[in-house]
């Protein structure tokens, strides 16, 4: 099909759940499964039945593709591979693999563990579902079929996170997940070549931000937690399993051997090691300075770090607990909190975003009497903090990126509408391309120029071996022969051997001009006019005085005749061959222009 | 309405009304009309919006020009249609609001209307309210029906989608009263609102524009499959020569839809009578390509009542290209059978070889749609059971280079598919459905086979081994038993004893799906043939269990967890390495206990430490000659682990075991559910003293007390349970003078309302018998239980909740807005 259809199904103009259909060369494909947080019921998950209606998804998708392993991008994958239905090939990074399961089942255990969650899938369903994931490395070309491929870029934003770039024939979509343009402080930045893909799809979540120096944010988060600590206070940070939570650890770790500081840090027991084990695992997805110095010291391997025990939260004196889940919302984080919510001396850091319908979302809106069951009242009077760690391109990133990929046109996802109007007319100005930022269940086509695969026969490329000219991948050339088109396949072969095969005798036919000119001479003398000019312009070709007065430029034939009324001038009579119709129009042209005045 | 939420209200309308305040969150508006949907269908909302004119006056603000957002002007369409849903209130609402909102001097035509996600909105609003008389009279009048036809080509599948739907609905509802029951009503007499949509849908039927036509279908598509009344034959009179014409075009439009509406139209009980439809259908199957034909033979062959040749047709149509495949490979399609006859027609065939996708498009759909049929009480009979295995064997050796076909067209799939994981994947899934039945044993013998050479070969790809492992599973389970001998026929024990090293590598396999997949099929088999003597000679020759107990170290928890399964069922059926240590029965399995001890304790990972209180669980139920050793020192140690797991499903199994531990030491006259709580007055026999020191000694109740005020809510219920299960068989019968208020007593209720705190706290020490019932019995438990069933964020999600929110949102929100994970 000659075009590229994509339809968000998440991530259309919003930042809830990324799921995207794309349609490339008649193959489909999904881009992420992702699962919205704020809600309890199936709406958490993308609206899969505006594929079902093409009949079963097995047939109808030739791959799903995650991006990353947080639950916004593969959230719904156990939903729609165990209980929904898709029974084919989900392709992801080595770490996002590893990954994945881990923070599936993070999320299944605190659904379960609230109680009124319907419809979820259950532990046996994920590890089903991993099953079916295909590993695929950085810059890896994977064939999915015989017609798609695809490749995994580098990222950033958390460790396996991977761009994908998804091909069929010379038609190519690329998806960036999510990614960030800068370092941080264990990952690297992200890194495309030119591959000039028909469109790039991105995400927009810092479309118009300019994001402040991370060194700013990062002081500010340490001066928050060392006064804390400093006062005797207690400092609360919730997060989920894996990701953000690493970064804020070794930025701990390091101001806390700076400082020479001995309040206790405690991360919930079996992550920290879950984590270590991965970053040692995946370190070649770290960025070059945990690389470099890994042979030393695993950046990974903490010493003021310590496992948390249920019973440290009661302890006195001041500490700094990771806990989870993120949002508050359930389990250990909420117990603590809980607990150490009514004294002013102690701090909570929300690293990240809050769905309405938990406690972190309510403290960070500012509510300060929280109630709780039993119509009792908690009063909030520690400190509340909201910083932001999260590893996206901002605006200029996201230009950067566009440069770098160099498409033809560029579709924005994973962003609020407004402030993705903002950065389309940024990118349509400065690359001069069409931009599209479809709403959830819009549908954009692309028309692209389809691209035919043509076999060509050994004669004719040893033909053009023979003229020094070898094959090369990256300089398409043009190359003439005969096209035979027989049972949907296309052939080029040299003419002789077309002729052979079709049976059919050859006829030349050759084009001929007349061309005027002023020249009282004589038409051999004329003719070596004709022959002194050419030869001396036409230096890379043959050019020949042929005993008859004729001049021969490879097939190309000049003749000079006497006009017929006008002595005065002569006739040029031009003739050639198709195969030299370039060089024969440019001969004409030339001819047209005059001879060069003799020497007198 | 909540007294708090009403007070709220007036707020919560303003800062909606505001333009200049963003809402919080975009679940937030959703969550709103959730529960405005919830208060309208408990009462009146003619009532509520009198009780709340803030909501009236929140609507009057759409009207008015101003820059309101996108989002909530949706809202406020879809919640004026909630309200106006019932009569009463949307005679309240009609005269200047529904018009305003619904009609041509709404949204539609306006700035607004651009926004897929108002649009979206406007059409859920109609949705809402087009349930009475009113509100048909009010789409007429309005003009909001030519807007539901055009936006059946919304650029938004939502929004096209919906407008569809929307058209049924009200076509079904304007034909609803007077209409209804009447089946002589002809078309002319039917009310003007059905007539504009059916005059609509002709016109679209005609039309030249495909997708006009898909539209078309879908509506008609949703109408019969929704209503059953009589004038939907009318309906389908009037129409199917229309459908009828889509048939003689070429290409077929909409195939897919056209498909969908002939079997919806079956379906109907009003219509299936129709002599005319079955040759419509049988046209249909002659008309479409091999893969659109697919889904509609299915279809047929599901329905209840059809005539026998059209079955016949379909089911044709259904193996044609099996039948192909089997021509391909030069086998005869076998001895009396379905297949014989077909012989696969030009056009399927040329659909197999046109290319590889083609080929294995066509190939998995039919093994998916033979697999669907085959267990089904209508699938067709007699069943070609023996062609079908045939040629899902065929596929499989295509697949897997091991067919030597003498065709023409055998070599040219054996090209297209060789290696194709995705055919493999279909033809096992189907092969093992197809052993719900037998074959002949030569077939029987070829299906293992093929089997073995999917489990052995290095080509298998991880997914495929699964499915060959799951198939093989299937057909060795219903393999035969040998008459009158309980072990298996001699074909299956030679098949285990070539499978059991194939089975031994793969727990070799670097891959840990291969291995997890081995571990799972390992301990299925075992369980259903654990007690035959031939498996069980055929297991404990090969090193299998070996290979399995090495697992329990795997680095893949996944794994871990599944050989903690696999070595606790073979423990448990006594193949656990008898062979290994002869000359010291059960040392080996002394080990095992201590190695999953040691697992529950130690391993970083949940799955595994969740298997084994799952294994141990299992033991202490079953009697398990390890458990029996020293019942209360195992219980003791168990609940001593699992009381410190961080992972609180494992807590929650630690329970499951207490309480089978309950059971049986308190015993369990004639109760086979330990959670149906016996009323007092029972007729059961007191517990014997010792019963419950031995619970106190395995410090049961210290565990089960903690777990009461567990912060994860599922542990908590679960407690709960038990030890109301406790009180009710053991407190009647203890005086309420006994240990009342001594000192034991008040040290235990106050280490309970410490743990209530979330405080930790020492352990409680030994405990008598007389204190935990005194305990008990001063506990609200029932209370307790009542406040756990809610969910542990239900006051969170609660819709005061959500108001307060929407509220305290205003004006706070900054970056974070955007921001995800």
Same mark, same amino acid.
């Given at each position: 099909m000659p075009d590229i259809r994509v339809t968000p199904l998440g991530a259309g103009q919003d930042v809830g759940r990324s799921c995207i259909l794309v349609s490339i060369a008649g193959k489909n494909v999904m881009l992420d499964c992702g699962m919205h947080m704020g809600f309890n019921d199936d709406r958490r998950f993308p609206d899969f039945s505006y594929i079902t209606r093409n009949g079963r998804l097995t047939d109808f998708l030739d791959c799903v593709i995650i991006s990353h392993f947080h639950l916004d991008h593969c959230g719904a994958l156990p939903y729609f591979s165990e209980m929904v239905g898709y029974d084919g090939p989900i392709y992801m990074?080595?770490?996002?693999?590893?990954?994945?399961?881990?923070?599936?089942?993070?999320?299944?255990?605190?659904?379960?563990?609230?109680?009124?969650?319907?419809?979820?899938?259950? !532990?046996?369903?994920?590890?089903?579902?991993?099953?079916?994931?295909?590993?695929?490395?950085? #810059? %890896?070309?994977?064939?999915?079929?015989?017609?798609?491929?695809? /490749?995994?870029?580098?990222?950033?934003?958390?460790?396996?996170?991977?761009?994908? %770039?998804?091909?069929?024939?010379?038609?190519?979509?690329?998806?960036?997940?999510?990614?960030?343009?800068?370092?941080?402080? #264990?990952?690297?930045?992200?890194?495309?070549?030119?591959?000039?893909?028909?469109?790039?799809?991105?995400?927009?979540?810092?479309?118009?931000?300019?994001?402040?120096? /991370?060194?700013?944010?990062?002081?500010?988060?340490?001066?928050?937690?060392?006064?804390?600590?400093?006062?005797?206070?207690?400092?609360?940070?919730?997060?989920?399993?894996?990701?953000?939570?690493?970064?804020?650890?070794?930025?701990?770790?390091?101001?806390?051997?700076?400082?020479?500081?001995?309040?206790?840090?405690?991360?919930?027991?079996?992550?920290?090691?879950?984590?270590?084990?991965?970053? /040692?695992?995946?370190?070649?997805?770290?960025?070059?300075?945990?690389?470099?110095?890994?042979?030393?010291?695993?950046?990974?391997?903490?010493?003021?770090?310590?496992?948390?025990?249920?019973?440290?939260?009661?302890?006195?004196?001041?500490?700094?607990?990771?806990?989870?889940?993120?949002?508050?919302?359930?389990?250990?984080?909420?117990?603590?909190?809980?607990? =150490?919510?009514?004294?002013?001396?102690?701090?909570?850091?929300?690293?990240?975003?809050?769905?309405?319908?938990?406690?972190?979302?309510?403290?960070?809106?500012?509510?300060?009497?929280?109630?709780?069951?039993?119509?009792?009242?908690?009063?909030?009077?520690?400190?509340?903090?909201?910083?932001?760690?999260?590893?996206?391109?901002?605006?200029?990133?996201?230009?950067?990126?566009?440069?770098?990929?160099?498409?033809?046109?560029?579709?924005?996802?994973?962003?609020?509408?407004?402030?993705?109007?903002?950065?389309?007319?940024?990118?349509? %100005?400065?690359?001069?391309?069409?931009?599209?930022?479809?709403?959830?269940?819009?549908?954009?086509?692309?028309?692209?120029?389809?691209?035919?695969?043509?076999?060509? !026969?050994?004669?004719?490329?040893?033909?053009?071996?023979?003229?020094?000219?070898?094959?090369?991948?990256?300089?398409?050339?043009?190359? #003439?022969?005969?096209?035979?088109?027989?049972?949907?396949?296309?052939?080029?072969?040299?003419?002789?051997?077309?002729?052979?095969?079709?049976?059919?005798?050859?006829?030349?036919?050759?084009?001929?001009?007349?061309?005027?000119?002023?020249?009282?001479?004589?038409? %051999?003398?004329?003719?070596?006019?004709?022959? !002194?000019?050419? /030869?001396?312009?036409?230096?890379?070709?043959?050019?020949? #005085?042929?005993?008859?007065?004729?001049?021969?430029?490879?097939?190309?034939?000049?003749?000079?005749?006497?006009?017929?009324?006008?002595?005065?001038?002569?006739?040029?009579?031009?003739? =050639?061959?198709?195969?030299?119709?370039?060089?024969?129009?440019?001969?004409?042209?030339?001819?047209?222009?005059?001879?060069?005045?003799?020497?007198? | 309405m909540d007294p708090e939420c009403s007070?709220?209200?007036?707020?919560?309308?303003?800062?909606?009304?505001?333009?200049?305040?963003?809402?919080?969150?975009?679940?937030?508006?959703? +969550?709103?009309?959730?529960?405005? +949907?919830?208060?309208?269908?408990?009462?009146?909302?003619?009532? $509520?919006? &009198?009780?709340?004119?803030?909501?009236?006056?929140?609507?009057?603000?759409?009207?008015?020009?101003?820059?309101?957002?996108?989002?909530?002007?949706?809202?406020?369409?879809?919640?004026?249609?909630?309200?106006?849903?019932?009569?009463?209130?949307?005679?309240?609402?009609?005269?200047?609001?529904?018009?305003? *909102?619904?009609?041509?001097?709404?949204?539609?035509? &306006?700035?607004?209307?651009?926004?897929?996600?108002?649009?979206?909105?406007?059409?859920?609003?109609?949705?809402?309210?087009?349930?009475?008389?009113?509100?048909?009279?009010?789409?007429?009048?309005?003009?909001?029906?030519?807007?539901?036809?055009?936006?059946?080509?919304?650029?938004?599948?939502?929004?096209?989608?919906?407008?569809?739907?929307?058209?049924?609905?009200?076509?079904?509802?304007?034909?609803?009263?007077?209409?209804?029951?009447?089946?002589?009503?002809?078309?002319?007499?039917?009310?003007?609102?059905? &007539?504009?949509?059916?005059?609509?849908?002709?016109?679209?039927?005609?039309?030249?524009?495909?997708?006009?036509?898909? &539209?078309?279908?879908?509506?008609?598509?949703?109408?019969?499959?929704?209503?059953?009344?009589?004038?939907?034959? @009318?309906?389908?009179?009037?129409?199917?020569?229309?459908?009828?014409? *889509? *048939?003689?075009?070429?290409? *077929?439009?909409?195939?897919?839809?056209?498909?969908?509406?002939?079997?919806?139209?079956?379906?109907?009980? @009003?219509?299936?009578?129709?002599?005319?439809?079955?040759?419509?259908?049988?046209?249909?199957?002659?008309?479409?390509?091999?893969?659109?034909?697919?889904?509609?033979?299915?279809?047929?062959? +599901? $329905?209840?009542?059809?005539?026998?040749?059209?079955?016949?047709?379909?089911?044709?149509?259904?193996?044609?290209?099996?039948?192909?495949? $089997?021509?391909?490979?030069?086998?005869?399609?076998?001895?009396?059978?379905?297949?014989?006859g077909i012989t696969g027609d030009s056009v399927t065939v040329d659909t197999l070889l046109s290319s590889k996708s083609a080929c294995a498009g066509l190939l998995c759909r039919t093994l998916a749609h033979l697999e669907l049929l085959q267990p089904l009480p209508q699938r067709p009979s007699p069943w070609p059971q023996a062609p079908l295995l045939g040629a899902a064997v065929t596929i499989l050796q295509f697949c897997n280079g091991s067919a030597a076909p003498a065709s023409n067209v055998g070599g040219r799939l054996c090209a297209l598919l060789a290696g194709c994981v995705r055919v493999q994947r279909a033809a096992l899934d189907f092969l093992g459905t197809l052993s719900q039945e037998t074959g002949p044993q030569e077939l029987v013998t070829q299906v293992f086979s093929v089997l073995l050479e999917h489990l052995r070969s290095p080509d298998s790809s991880a997914t495929v081994l699964k499915k060959a492992f799951q198939a093989t599973l299937r057909w060795l389970l219903s393999s035969p038993k040998t008459p009158g001998c309980c072990d298996l026929d001699p074909h299956t024990q030679l098949f285990l004893r070539e499978l059991l090293p194939v089975l031994q590598k793969r727990l070799c396999s670097p891959c840990w799906e291969v291995r997890d997949s081995g571990l799972e099929f390992l301990t299925q088999v075992t369980r259903h043939w654990g007690g035959q003597a031939g498996f069980r000679h055929v297991l404990l020759t090969s090193e299998v269990p070996e290979l399995a107990e090495q697992l329990l170290r795997d680095p893949e928890s996944y794994v871990r967890a599944s050989a903690v399964t696999a070595m606790g069922q073979l423990s448990s059926q006594g193949l656990h390495a008898t062979t290994a240590s002869p000359e010291h029965p059960g040392g080996q399995q002394k080990s095992l206990l201590v190695e999953l001890l040691r697992i529950l304790s130690e391993d970083s990972e949940g799955f595994p430490r969740r298997a084994v209180m799952q294994v141990f669980t299992q033991w202490l139920r079953d009697g398990h000659a390890d458990v029996t050793e020293d019942t209360e020192r195992f219980v003791a140690r168990v609940l001593q682990a699992a009381s410190r797991d961080l992972d609180w499903e494992v807590r929650a199994q630690g329970l499951e075991l207490a309480l089978v531990f309950l059971a049986q030491t308190l015993g369990q006259p004639g109760s086979h559910c330990p959670y149906a709580v016996a009323p007092p007055q029972a007729t059961l026999h007191s517990p014997p003293a010792q019963a419950l020191q031995a619970l106190c000694r395995v410090r049961l109740f210290e565990f089960a007390f903690r777990a009461l005020f567990d912060c994860d809510r599922p542990v908590a219920q679960k407690s709960c349970d038990l030890l109301l299960f406790l009180r009710a068989r053991t407190v009647p019968h203890s005086g309420p003078q006994e240990a009342g208020g001594s000192p034991d007593v008040v040290s235990v209720e106050a280490a309970l309302q410490r743990w209530r705190a979330g405080e930790q706290g020492p352990p409680l020490g030994d405990l008598e018998p007389e204190t935990v019932l005194a305990v008990l019995r001063s506990m609200d438990l029932e209370g307790l239980r009542g406040a756990l069933a809610e969910s542990s964020d239900h006051v969170e999600e609660s819709p005061q909740s959500l108001l307060q929110d929407v509220l305290a949102a205003v004006g706070v929100l900054g970056e974070n807005q955007a921001d995800c994970y």
């Open positions: 990074t080595h770490p996002t693999q590893a990954i994945c399961p881990i923070l599936l089942e993070d999320y299944r255990k605190i659904a379960v563990d609230k109680k009124g969650e319907a419809n979820f899938f259950t !532990s046996q369903m994920i590890k089903d579902c991993m099953k079916k994931v295909v590993a695929v490395r950085l #810059h %890896q070309t994977v064939q999915v079929d015989d017609e798609l491929e695809i /490749k995994a870029y580098y990222a950033g934003h958390v460790l396996g996170a991977a761009m994908f %770039q998804i091909k069929v024939g010379s038609e190519s979509v690329v998806y960036t997940g999510d990614y960030n343009m800068t370092p941080d402080r #264990h990952l690297g930045a992200a890194w495309i070549d030119k591959c000039r893909p028909n469109l790039l799809i991105t995400e927009s979540t810092y479309a118009t931000t300019i994001r402040d120096s /991370k060194r700013c944010r990062e002081r500010d988060f340490l001066k928050k937690v060392h006064e804390t600590v400093e006062r005797g206070g207690k400092v609360l940070i919730p997060v989920f399993a894996l990701g953000r939570a690493q970064e804020l650890c070794i930025l701990l770790e390091t101001f806390w051997e700076r400082m020479n500081l001995k309040a206790p840090i405690y991360f919930s027991t079996g992550l920290t090691e879950k984590a270590n084990h991965y970053y /040692k695992l995946f370190i070649t997805w770290t960025n070059q300075k945990i690389r470099k110095t890994f042979v030393q010291r695993n950046m990974f391997e903490f010493k003021h770090i310590k496992a948390f025990d249920r019973a440290f939260a009661d302890n006195p004196g001041p500490m700094v607990v990771f806990a989870t889940p993120g949002m508050l919302h359930a389990g250990q984080s909420l117990q603590i909190f809980r607990k =150490w919510a009514g004294n002013e001396k102690n701090m909570v850091i929300m690293p990240g975003y809050c769905v309405q319908g938990t406690v972190g979302h309510k403290i960070l809106s500012g509510q300060r009497k929280l109630e709780m069951e039993g119509r009792q009242v908690l009063e909030v009077k520690m400190q509340v903090e909201y910083m932001s760690f999260s590893a996206h391109a901002d605006a200029k990133g996201i230009m950067q990126l566009v440069g770098q990929a160099e498409p033809e046109s560029v579709l924005l996802v994973h962003g609020e509408a407004k402030k993705m109007e903002f950065l389309k007319q940024k990118i349509e %100005q400065e690359f001069r391309v069409n931009c599209y930022m479809p709403a959830n269940g819009e549908t954009v086509t692309l028309p692209t120029s389809p691209s035919i695969p043509v076999g060509i !026969s050994l004669g004719l490329l040893k033909r053009e071996m023979a003229q020094g000219l070898l094959p090369d991948t990256r300089k398409p050339r043009l190359l #003439h022969g005969t096209l035979i088109v027989k049972d949907s396949s296309f052939r080029l072969v040299s003419s002789e051997q077309a002729l052979k095969e079709l049976g059919l005798a050859e006829h030349q036919l050759r084009f001929t001009c007349r061309v005027q000119l002023h020249d009282s001479r004589k038409e %051999q003398e004329t003719a070596t006019r004709v022959y !002194s000019h050419l /030869k001396s312009i036409l230096k890379d070709h043959c050019v020949q #005085h042929l005993p008859d007065g004729s001049v021969t430029v490879e097939s190309i034939l000049v003749q000079a005749a006497a006009h017929s009324e006008d002595p005065g001038t002569k006739v040029l009579l031009v003739s =050639w061959t198709y195969q030299d119709e370039e060089l024969g129009s440019y001969l004409t042209a030339l001819l047209k222009k005059g001879l060069p005045q003799a020497p007198s | 007070r709220l209200l007036p707020a919560l309308c303003s800062v909606l009304a505001d333009p200049r305040q963003p809402v919080a969150d975009d679940t937030c508006l959703e +969550k709103l009309l959730d529960w405005f +949907k919830t208060i309208s269908e408990a009462g009146s909302s003619l009532l $509520l919006l &009198q009780e709340n004119p803030c909501l009236v006056e929140l609507l009057f603000q759409v009207l008015r020009p101003q820059d309101l957002s996108a989002r909530v002007l949706s809202f406020s369409l879809r919640l004026a249609g909630i309200f106006a849903a019932q009569e009463d209130c949307f005679q309240y609402l009609e005269g200047e609001l529904l018009p305003g *909102l619904f009609g041509e001097a709404g949204p539609v035509g &306006q700035a607004a209307w651009t926004a897929p996600t108002v649009r979206s909105g406007w059409i859920q609003g109609l949705r809402s309210l087009a349930q009475h008389p009113s509100a048909l009279h009010f789409l007429a009048d309005c003009g909001a029906l030519d807007t539901v036809f055009s936006l059946q080509g919304d650029s938004s599948l939502f929004v096209a989608s919906a407008a569809g739907q929307l058209l049924a609905h009200i076509l079904g509802l304007s034909m609803r009263g007077p209409a209804e029951g009447l089946p002589s009503l002809q078309a002319p007499d039917w009310p003007a609102c059905a &007539q504009k949509i059916v005059g609509h849908l002709e016109e679209s039927l005609r039309s030249t524009a495909p997708p006009q036509v898909t &539209q078309a279908l879908n509506v008609l598509t949703t109408t019969f499959g929704h209503c059953h009344s009589p004038w939907t034959r @009318v309906l389908w009179e009037r129409l199917s020569p229309l459908v009828a014409c *889509l *048939l003689e075009e070429d290409p *077929l439009p909409a195939a897919h839809s056209l498909v969908d509406l002939l079997l919806s139209v079956a379906r109907s009980p @009003v219509l299936s009578s129709d002599c005319g439809l079955w040759e419509t259908l049988a046209q249909t199957l002659r008309h479409l390509s091999p893969t659109q034909a697919g889904p509609l033979a299915l279809g047929i062959l +599901k $329905l209840q009542d059809c005539p026998q040749a059209l079955r016949a047709q379909a089911f044709g149509v259904l193996l044609q290209p099996l039948a192909c495949v $089997l021509k391909a490979a030069d086998q005869a399609p076998g001895p009396p059978g379905l297949l014989e």
